[in-house]
């Protein structure tokens, strides 16, 4: 049965999940271990910092684009790996839907407002993360198109032991605009596979830029 809260339509799990950590999300959603997972075998064929969340997302989510690298200043950009499907229901809210085990994005306690999106505010995880005590940003894409504006953020990223069970990574707040090729009809959009999302910019150093070539070259 669809709910609605704060003008976001859903599962009643799904829109009651905006206070809930990324691992109680995989434990909770009954992801299988093997695909929930931080400390698996998977990890042994990343070598840089940047690091997928856990198999799920090694195994589906495209690894981010490296958009620059600016006196080693590293700019990533991220993309979905699922489409999403958008109905505007009025009073009822906006139902948006991802059909993926681990879902791409879940309804945000925050809130911020632009009038060019829909009311609601979601949160995107961060499926690709930068292992290591480091500044990271976060902003909205501006030289391309995209169904997504994003709320600015930096925060200070935190080394996750390649032991720990369930990983957590830094959500990023959202908002889907009203507008844009996207749109079939008057209420009703399909989000393609491959959207871009946000870009992500961290300051690394000569030997970690070096490593994260040979990955993206494997």
């Known amino acids: 049965m669809i709910k609605t809260k704060n003008y976001i339509a859903g599962s009643e799990?799904?829109?009651?999940?905006?206070?809930?950590?990324?691992?109680?999300?995989?434990?909770?959603?009954?992801?299988?271990?093997?695909?929930?997972?931080?400390?698996?075998?998977?990890?042994?064929?990343?070598?840089?910092?940047?690091?997928p969340i856990n198999r799920y997302v090694f195994s589906l989510y495209p690894r981010p684009q490296i958009i620059s690298i600016v006196n080693n200043l590293v700019t990533f950009r991220q993309r979905t790996h699922a489409e999403i499907w958008v109905q505007d229901k009025g009073s009822d809210g906006l139902y948006a839907l991802d059909k993926c085990?681990?879902?791409?994005?879940?309804?945000?306690?925050?809130?911020?407002?632009?009038?060019?999106?829909?009311?609601?505010?979601?949160?995107?995880?961060?499926?690709?993360?930068?292992?290591?005590?480091?500044?990271?940003?976060?902003?909205?894409?501006?030289?391309?198109?995209?169904?997504?504006?994003?709320?600015?953020?930096?925060?200070?990223?935190?080394?996750?032991d390649r032991?720990?069970?369930?990983?957590?990574?830094?959500?990023?707040d959202f908002k889907i605009k009203n507008t844009g090729k996207y749109y079939l009809k008057d209420g009703y959009a399909i989000i393609s596979k491959s959207a871009a999302m946000y870009d992500m910019s961290v300051l690394l150093n000569d030997e970690e830029i070096v490593d994260l070539k040979e990955d993206y070259d494997k």
């Open 101 to 160: 085990h681990q879902r791409q994005f879940y309804p945000s306690a925050n809130s911020f407002e632009n009038n060019e999106c829909f009311k609601p505010t979601y949160r995107f995880y961060i499926p690709w993360f930068i292992n290591k005590n480091i500044q990271v940003s976060i902003k909205s894409i501006q030289d391309e198109e995209t169904p997504f504006y994003i709320n600015a953020k930096t925060f200070n990223s935190v080394t996750v």
């Open 13 to 51: 799990w799904w829109v009651n999940s905006e206070a809930l950590s990324f691992s109680q999300i995989v434990r909770q959603s009954k992801m299988p271990d093997h695909w929930a997972r931080y400390d698996s075998g998977y990890m042994n064929s990343i070598s840089s910092i940047l690091n």
């Open 163 to 172: 032991q720990t069970p369930y990983a957590d990574t830094e959500f990023v």
